[in-house]
Nanobody, 114 residues
Framework: VQLVESGGGLVQAGGSLRLSCTASGSIFSINSMGWYRQAPGKQRELVARITGGGSTNYVDSVKGRFTISRDNAKITTNLQMNSLKVEDTAVYYC?????????WGQGTQVTVSS
């Protein structure tokens, strides 16, 4: 199983970015897909998660600004990030819970400048 992320980059505060993650390989029994982030010197934290049934949850700091979506047929998840803040700067990792295991992408850098 491989997760490939795209869409990170540099943006000014108040701007938007869209992250995408596509899973490939022999995948079944998907529980959920999601996004985590890790800023320098901090622990990795859950940003948003979406289940196969479409239920979502977000960390409080991004509620109302970020939206997670999922294409079950393509095993893809997207994270639309609006009204970005400097504190959103981090490496963002795609996460897949499937077949009783956890899979991670390689990470994509998001940098928000003031």
């Amino acid at each position: 199983v491989q997760l490939v992320e795209s869409g990170g980059g540099l943006v000014q505060a108040g701007g938007s970015l869209r992250l995408s993650c596509t899973a490939s390989g022999s995948i079944f029994s998907i529980n959920s897909m999601g996004w985590y982030r890790q800023a320098p010197g901090k622990q990795r934290e859950l940003v948003a998660r979406i289940t196969g049934g479409g239920s979502t949850n977000y960390v409080d700091s991004v509620k109302g600004r970020f939206t997670i979506s999922r294409d079950n047929a393509k095993i893809t998840t997207n994270l639309q990030m609006n009204s970005l803040k400097v504190e959103d700067t981090a490496v963002y990792y795609c996460n897949l819970l499937a077949m009783g295991r956890v899979y991670w992408g390689q990470g994509t850098q998001v940098t928000v400048s003031s």
